[in-house]
């Protein structure tokens, strides 16, 4: 990377209808005329537009989305199941929010694809008659729900309990049908924490989580064919880190099986041997196959973009992660094969001291000029949109940006 100008921060003038359309992290968006766009928090919404998310003010309403995907605690309005949770699958147990979208194949779209981040975790929530309702999570199954519980029940915000909080990576795929797209069906999960999760009822990982994707050709075997590539953080107690695993585009849109890239090439299957969705159970106490780190950061989140306007196949990836000051940051790095990443490139005008709390471009991605997608962008100008969490339910900002690359 040579340099970097970065614009001021400014606001997304788009009014989300609250509740249900929350934005906790920016929306991924997909195709160009009209705009679609994923809203998602621990729930996903696909949302259409004809208005230009960058430069008009406009409102989304549930008129102009359906309700795409919903945790396995949740009713179609919303409301509460039951705690027992029976038919739950860990990945959709608690969250499962739809983290980016692509329609596949390019050239004749059959498929849109999106990657979902999930949970199952110990959750409480207050009911609307005074009540608590808490989800017990069925992985370390060892620490009680009312013992220790993810949620907001006194008021002060929600806080995490990480002794039972597990993530996961699912993939979710809309096919074309009648003219148009039908439900999200979850196809389970692609990757898996090296640690795996729980081992004789201790913890070894809190999952795999914040994914994002791109779609590209290969460019380190030059395997013939297009791939889906995806980032992801891999939370696991040991050999932690943004990994990085791929799978070629099948002719339906969807993606064929994950192989990691292990630090030398992609040539192990991303799941453990034998796992299967209906099976996923046995698998809790079985660490995930060999996996490499692809950026040495502390990182949240990793999102990747083709720059198109470059003559040679050139990428950039924007880090979002704590330094060892746990200052809030967001870097650059260029590739020029999607697995090897230069040095990073600091926007210090965008650094948070106080931490995250306080950060303004939550979950970043890369958003074209003409705001029509998250992967195809041009160096000589692109935003960079994020979720502000110091407003609730949730602010998307935006950052124009132009870079040089060597």
């Known amino acids: 990377m040579a340099t970097v100008d970065a614009g001021a921060l400014t606001a997304w003038r788009v009014t989300l209808q609250y509740p249900p359309l929350i934005a906790e992290i920016p929306p991924a968006t997909f195709g160009a005329s009209p705009h679609g766009l994923l809203v998602s928090t621990a729930w996903s919404y696909a949302c259409s537009t004809s208005a230009d998310p960058i430069t008009d003010a406009f409102s989304l309403t549930t008129a102009d989305c ?23 699958v860990p990945w959709e ?10 329609f596949q194949p390019a050239s004749a779209p059959a498929a849109l694809v999106s990657f979902a981040h999930g949970e199952d975790k110990n959750e409480a929530w207050l009911l609307p008659d005074g009540g608590i309702v808490c989800y017990q999570n069925d992985i370390n199954t060892n620490v009680a729900c009312s013992a220790c519980a993810s949620g907001d029940v006194d008021g002060g915000g929600y806080v995490d309990c990480f002794a039972a909080y597990n993530a996961f ?13 039908g439900p999200f069906v979850n196809q389970g999960p692609v ?92 698998f809790f106490a079985q660490p995930g196959p060999p996996s490499a780190a692809v950026v040495p950061d502390n990182t949240i989140r990793v999102g990747v973009a083709h720059l198109t ?36 490139v600091d ?15 939550r979950y970043p991605l890369f958003l074209s000029a003409d705001a ?19 407003v609730f339910p949730g602010l998307i900002n935006q950052v124009f940006v132009a870079v040089t690359v060597r």
């Not at 050999?239 to 030398?264: D, Y």
């Not at 210090?348 to 001291?353: G, I, K, N, S, V």
């Open 309 to 344: 306007d470059l003559s040679a196949p050139t990428y950039l990836a924007v880090e979002e992660l704590y330094d060892a000051a746990s200052t809030w940051r967001i870097e650059l790095r260029a590739s020029h094969d999607l697995v090897h990443f230069g040095p990073a």
């Open 191 to 282: 990757v898996w924490p090296a640690s795996g999760y729980t081992d004789g009822g201790s913890k070894t990982s809190y999952g795999v989580r914040q994914p994002s994707a791109i779609v590209a050709p290969d460019l380190v075997d030059k395997l013939a064919g297009d791939f889906f590539y995806i980032y992801y953080v891999d939370e696991s107690l040991t050999s932690p880190g943004t990994k990085l695993a791929r799978a070629a585009v099948l002719p339906s849109g969807a993606p064929g099986p994950f192989v990691s890239w292990t630090g030398a090439d992609f040539d192990t299957l991303a799941l453990p041997v034998g796992f299967s969705p209906a099976n996923a159970a046995a």
């Open 169 to 181: 990576v699912s993939v979710a795929v809309s096919q074309l049908a009648d003219g148009g797209f």
């Open 347 to 361: 926007l210090a005008e965008l650094a948070q001291p106080l931490g995250v709390g306080a950060a303004t471009l």
């Open 93 to 102: 147990r608690t969250y499962y929010g739809l983290f980016t979208a692509d």
């Open 66 to 88: 359906v309700l795409a995907t919903l945790p396995d605690n949740r009713s179609a309005d919303l409301g509460f199941e039951p705690a027992s949770l029976p038919g739950a």
């Open 372 to 390: 029509t997608s998250n992967t195809e962008i041009q160096a000589s100008g692109f935003y960079l949109i994020g979720s502000d969490q110091t």
